[in-house]
């Protein structure tokens, strides 16, 4: 249940860092996983886990420590 709730906000927190809140495109802030943790209430190691998972299944790709949103994004 609370990796859904840190899975919901994390992704709307992408999506709202993409140009002009498109929900696709590459994040206009560089943040590191820790940073995205704070703004999400989450620990780091959850985020970790939440965006390998986003990047397996090919909506990000995470490139020289830039996150680009491939596809939108899941909300759950």
Known sequence: MA???VYGRLTALLSGLTPN???VG???E???QQELADRVGASRDMVSR???DLADDGYIAIRS???EV???LPRN
């Open 3 to 5: 990796l859904l709730a």
């Open 21 to 23: 809140n498109a929900g």
């Open 26 to 28: 590459v994040l206009t």
């Open 30 to 32: 560089r943040m590191t």
């Open 50 to 52: 939440i965006l390998h």
């Open 65 to 67: 420590r830039r996150i």
């Open 70 to 72: 491939l596809k939108l």
